[in-house]
């Protein structure tokens, strides 16, 4: 059973930046595939961005040019840097390692404008 534990989250005025970290368990870390997703109420998750194992990013177009997701294999953990940061982009954010189809618990981001 893999782990996930999200953080990061917060409240940020419109232009401000936060940085999310997904931490997850596992040997095998360098091997999963890990991805954000957002979600708002009533809504479906979205994804956000993913990285593979080799290193290579996707994003929706939403998230492109403003978010980055980046892996650090030594500490079992996924980032997402948020900058530029939109009233829209409210949501709680989650982290699931696609291998497994696991999620973490999630966390809140707050943009006031």
């Known amino acids: 059973q893999v782990q996930v534990t999200e953080s990061g989250g917060g409240s940020v005025h419109a232009g401000g930046s936060l940085r999310l970290s997904c931490a997850a368990s596992?040997?095998?870390?360098?091997?999963?595939?890990v991805a954000w997703y957002r979600q708002t109420p009533g809504n479906q998750r979205d994804l956000v961005a993913a990285?593979?194992?080799?290193?290579?990013?996707n994003y929706a177009d939403f998230a492109k040019g403003r978010f980055t997701i980046s892996r650090d294999n030594t500490v079992n953990t996924v980032y997402l840097q948020m900058n530029s940061l939109e009233s829209n982009d409210t949501a709680v954010y989650y982290c699931?390692?696609?291998?497994?189809?696991?999620w973490g618990q999630g966390t809140q981001v707050t943009v006031s404008s």
């Open positions: 596992g040997s095998n870390f360098r091997l999963y595939v």
């Open positions: 990285i593979l194992p080799s290193g290579n990013t």
């Open positions: 699931k390692v696609e291998n497994y189809a696991a």
